[in-house]
């Protein structure tokens, strides 16, 4: 049995959020725990650091977001994050529905299989 776990989350909780910079789109693609982290920290990040950690955000083609102005890097973690925000919605809907299936194989493993006739 071979499980893709990627597989799996972008079929039940697909990630397409897609940036348009200078007339080019940017696909972006889920951010890791470590990066979930060094959003606290980005006001305390020099310039340089920021563009690197917003940069790796990105699917390839990535966009060179040392050039970016303040206000393109705020705009786009505003509207990054608050697409991180659904995304998180709709894993705790998946979650519920999760539970409810643990708890009916639950309820089903309660069930003593009937005893086979004798032929």
């Known amino acids: 049995m071979n499980l893709d776990i990627d597989g799996l989350i972008q079929a ?7 940036v348009t910079v200078g007339g080019k789109d940017y696909p972006t693609r889920r951010p890791s725990v470590g990066e ?11 310039p340089d650091a920021m563009a690197a950690t917003i940069g790796n955000l990105f ?10 102005s303040a206000h393109q890097l705020t ?3 505003a509207g990054y ?9 709709s ?15 639950a309820e089903l493993a309660k069930i003593k299989p009937m005893a086979a006739e004798p032929v």
């Open 12 to 18: 039940t909780n697909p990630w397409e959020f897609i």
């Open 36 to 46: 979930l982290g060094a959003f606290s920290a980005l006001s305390t990040m020099s």
């Open 75 to 77: 705009a786009f973690l």
């Open 91 to 105: 894993e705790k809907k998946l979650d519920t529905v999760a539970q409810a299936a643990k708890a009916t194989v």
């Open 59 to 68: 699917a390839d083609p990535k966009p060179d977001t040392s050039a970016w």
């Open 81 to 89: 994050l608050a697409y991180f925000n659904t995304r998180i919605e």
